[in-house]
């Protein structure tokens, strides 16, 4: 009850095209979705995050899009430049304030071709 | 402003020994959590830290220990260490509505 699924695992997308990652979760009682996107050699940083309580969330280029009936949510990256070229990786915890702790998907690799 | 400082930054041990990991959390965050990234997966939680507590824990076994000083930075120790144990150790910190802010990380390989 504890996973958080991601798919796909790796993503190819031409320059200026639209990137769409999504999560399924299992657990009901998680009430914090974000999105953290990560170089190599770096740790994770946060991208844009979501409460259940909004379908969707948009930052920039970044949009976060939630279906809590049907325990999912996605990232899409409008217009995808190569500087995206990263690992993405969706997370939910079940928190009061900041004290859930983050339970990760597995990650998806991100190569937007110029 | 600092963001979350880990050290060292990369680590080679044999397996059996012990090592301890070292993080100064962002400036006006109080609480410290600590992640296990192997290669290729997501992070997984390890625990975290409170007013120099440990709140919560996850799935890792007692060879896996922390401390959180007054200051509010922290230490990950790792006993008897194993091959498996080879990944990058992230620790994240957090001030009430504040969400986590990782660190770079320390890259442990256990030879």
């Known amino acids: 009850q504890q996973q958080v699924k991601q798919s796909p695992q790796s993503l190819i997308v031409q320059k200026g095209g639209i990137s769409i990652i999504n999560c399924a979760y299992e657990?009901?009682?998680?009430?914090?979705f974000p999105w953290y996107q990560q170089f190599p050699g770096k740790g994770p940083a946060l991208l844009i995050a979501?409460?259940?309580?909004?379908s969707e969330k948009k930052e920039g280029r970044f949009t976060i899009s939630f279906n809590k009936s049907a325990k999912q949510f996605s990232l899409h990256i409008m217009d995808s430049q190569p500087g995206d070229s990263a690992t993405y990786f969706c997370a939910a915890s079940r928190s009061s304030g900041n004290t859930g702790k983050l339970i990760f998907g597995q990650g998806t690799t991100l190569q937007v071709k110029p | 402003d600092a963001g979350v400082t880990q050290s060292p930054t990369h680590l080679i041990k044999t397996r059996g020994q012990q090592v301890t990991l070292r993080c100064s959390p962002k400036s006006g965050h109080d609480t410290v959590s600590w992640y296990q990234q192997a290669l290729g997966q997501g992070p997984q939680f390890i625990f975290q830290y409170y007013e120099e507590e440990e709140r919560q824990r996850g799935n890792f076994p007692d060879r896996f220990s922390g401390h959180q000083f007054p200051n509010y930075s922290s230490e990950l120790n790792v006993n008897a260490l194993l091959l498996g144990d080879s990944a990058l150790y992230l620790c994240?910190?957090?001030?009430?509505?504040?969400?986590?802010?990782f660190g770079s990380g320390t890259r442990l390989t256990v030879v």
């Open positions: 979501i409460r259940p309580d909004v």
């Open positions: 994240a910190s957090s001030y009430r509505t504040a969400r986590e802010t």
């Open positions: 657990n009901t009682a998680f009430d914090y």
